[in-house]
């Protein structure tokens, strides 16, 4: 699958995307809500009760990705860029709050099974909002890995499992009704929430290692090491330049690398200058959203990170 044109890219922005999620989180919970209305059925419930997280999801979405794109200031010379990981932690915390309640309802509905009524109302209902969060899901997530948007690569994934929800609630209920079986009406209530469970982990798991400065991808990390294999030549003769001590850390949609790179001492000052722009302007055109530090020094002296009263 190729990626979005810069135009496309432009108009699908985290900010309008989420927007759109809030709209269309409104219309799905109307429609499931009916749908569980008309049915009374517990795992149609449990559907409009994810539904009622990708709301506040999105809303609270909204919110972190406006903070992120705030510029660098005083009190915040890096940037706001971190503030997307608070968005997906808060949507994986949501989520895990609404398995546990679809549990506890789906328990009790165990205890006391009800038949089911209007089903075909509701499962026409909840197809349609389905397909709404899934079509939404599939530009959403496009648009993240375009963006490098953690908040939007969230709510899109939770749309997603909200989708296979929604297919695995009308394919129990369906059996449920041609069956008569009313006690798995609840179980597969269970069985969506222990999905959702899952999904929340690995939301909070992600925002834990982004705000840990998490590093770069393994694939982007080779590209910027092709990118320093560039300036070093190559051939029998020792290069004239190396790099070492090369570490990197991600922050929302920004990366960013710290590098050494050696260079003759007989070098002046300019000369070193002018290649080290070089190199900067090369790793940010290799890698987008890159920001690059490079110390210079000598070939002959080598950087110490650590003391070992740190590491006490």
Partial sequence: MGGMTPATTRLLTPKRLLMASIVVAIITITLKTLAWVVTDSVGLLSDAMES??????????????????????????????????????????????AALGIIWAAGHRLLDPQPLEQVGWGLALSVVSSALNGVLAWVMLRAAREHRSIALEADAKHLFTDVWTSVG??????????????????????????????????????????????????????????????????????????????????????????????????????????????????????VPGLRASIQLLPSDVEAHFYDERDLK
């Fill in 169 to 286: 609630v009308v394919v129990g209920i369906g059996l449920v009704y041609f069956s008569g079986w009313l006690w798995l009406d609840p179980l597969i209530a269970m069985a969506v929430a222990a999905n959702i469970l899952k999904e929340g982990f690995h939301l909070m798991w992600r925002s834990s290692q982004g705000l840990m400065d998490e590093a770069l991808e393994p694939e982007v990390m080779a590209t910027i090491q092709q990118t320093l294999d560039g300036f070093t030549g190559s051939g029998d003769k020792a290069p004239i330049i190396r790099f070492d001590h090369v570490s990197s850390r991600r922050a929302g949609q920004r990366r960013f690398v710290d590098l050494h790179m050696h260079m003759p001492a007989s070098w002046s000052l300019g000369r070193a200058a002018a290649v080290r722009t070089s190199v900067e302007q090369a790793l940010m055109s290799a």
């Fill in 52 to 97: 009622l997280v990708n709301l506040a999801s999105a809303v609270f979405g909204l919110v972190m990705v406006t903070v992120a794109a705030r510029p660098a200031d005083e009190d915040h010379p890096y940037g706001h860029h971190k503030a997307e990981y608070f968005s997906s932690g808060f949507e994986g915390i949501l989520i895990i709050a």
